[in-house]
């Protein structure tokens, strides 16, 4: 991964998203820092989703200052779009195509070479120990099979930061723990993880959390640091206290 001058990977300042008169985004001011897991959370409605649709480039904010990977969300949409990868949980990969077609179609969408596309796929099948099943449609597979491959193949070009949107959502507690597992390997790998979540208890895992309530950031800082100001055993209590608040 090339050096780079800008302070954070993800710098933001007073982003406002309106759509006619309803504010989606409230005035968001937060950064991400390099190799981080940073936990995006709040409930249905809060506004997650449309700030990673501003972040990942696919929707311009009303206002406000925003840099991914040191691009301007305004000006460099491309160039962002070229330094992420994205998995959300309704849509990753393609349910009429094998495991081994979705991998080479998303390669090719991230212009790797024939080279590298059969070295990382090889590889790839390997970690996961589904190279047996390499040309099962992706509708026959388990969801948890399905969720494991949709995450490693949104990092499969080794983007510098991969956005996850509610990607455990609908999977049994083991394989979301093997999930989060994969995640603490990207982050050694130097990817950064931007990501959404329903689970409280999945906020423990992440490094920094922000909870959104009503389209406004009420708390951010680390799981024990948000315990400890809002005296709570969980993060699921201190997401219930500022929801009700």
């Known amino acids: 991964m090339t050096t ?3 302070k954070h990977i993800i710098e933001v300042k007073e982003l406002v998203k309106k759509f006619g008169s309803f504010v989606a985004n409230d005035r968001l001011t937060f950064h991400v820092e390099r190799g981080e897991i940073f936990g995006f959370l709040g409930a249905n409605g809060a506004g997650k989703t449309t700030t990673i649709r501003i972040l990942c480039g696919l929707s311009y904010p009303t206002s406000g200052e925003i840099q991914v990977a040191g691009h301007d969300v305004y ?16 849509f990753s990969l393609y349910e009429d195509l094998s495991l081994t077609e979705n991998i080479r179609l998303y390669a090719g969408i991230y212009r790797l070479n024939r080279n590298q596309i059969n070295e990382r796929e090889e590889q790839l099948l390997e970690r996961l120990k589904l190279s047996h099943i390499k040309n099962r449609l992706i509708r ?3 969801l948890g099979w399905k969720q494991k491959l949709a995450f490693s193949v949104a990092i499969f070009h080794k983007p510098a930061i991969v956005f996850l949107d509610e990607p455990t959502g609908g999977v049994d507690p083991v394989t979301r723990r093997q999930f989060w597992e994969m995640i603490h390997d990207a982050t050694i790998e130097g990817i950064t993880v931007f990501v959404t979540t329903h689970y409280m208890d999945e906020a423990e895992y992440c490094d920094r959390v922000s909870i959104m309530v009503e389209g406004r950031i009420e708390a951010l800082d680390t799981p024990q ?3 400890k100001e809002y005296h709570s055993k969980s993060m699921n209590d201190v997401f219930l206290k500022l929801a009700r608040k």
């Open 4 to 6: 780079t001058t800008y």
């Open 75 to 90: 000006r460099e949409r491309e160039k962002i779009k070229q330094k992420i990868g994205y998995m959300s949980q309704k």
């Open 140 to 142: 026959d597979i388990p």
């Open 225 to 227: 640091a948000l315990k």
